[in-house]
């Protein structure tokens, strides 16, 4: 019903910035949750920042608060993630998310019901 696609992972050296993007399709975009989460070797997957469909609320994982941002473009069926001040902890695969039927977003993974196959993000010291 939804496929998303990620891309703009790579390689970068900490303090340096990155931009994922999602793109979405299948379904209508405008009206359901998307969500970013990583995955690190040896960890869960952890949600990174989510939004919510229709009216855009935000979150964030505190670790990437004030440095990540995430917004949508309905037009473009697109889901972005800004990434500044990377940091060596930042290093993981990272994966788009869709909570199709729900307005709200969730905070766990088993929230989400259609997912991308992932970017990986690597980040130097």
């Known amino acids: 019903q939804v496929q998303l696609v990620e891309s703009g992972g790579g390689l970068v050296q900490a303090g340096g910035s990155l931009r994922l993007s999602c793109a979405a399709s299948?379904?209508?975009?405008?009206?359901?949750?998307m969500a970013w989460f990583r995955q690190a070797p040896g960890k869960e997957r952890a949600l990174v920042a989510a939004?919510?469909?229709?009216?855009?609320?935000?979150f964030y994982a505190d670790s990437v608060k004030g440095r990540f941002t995430i917004s949508r473009d309905n037009a473009k069926n697109t889901v972005y993630l800004q990434m500044n001040s990377l940091e060596p902890e930042d290093t993981a695969v990272y994966y788009c998310?869709?909570?199709?039927?729900?307005?709200?977003?969730?905070?766990?993974?088993?929230?989400?019901?259609?997912w991308g196959q992932g970017t990986q993000v690597t980040v130097s010291s």
């Open positions: 939004i919510s469909g229709r009216v855009g609320n935000t």
């Open positions: 998310a869709a909570r199709v039927g729900w307005l709200n977003y969730g905070l766990g993974p088993e929230e989400y019901n259609y």
């Open positions: 299948g379904r209508t975009f405008s009206n359901f949750a």
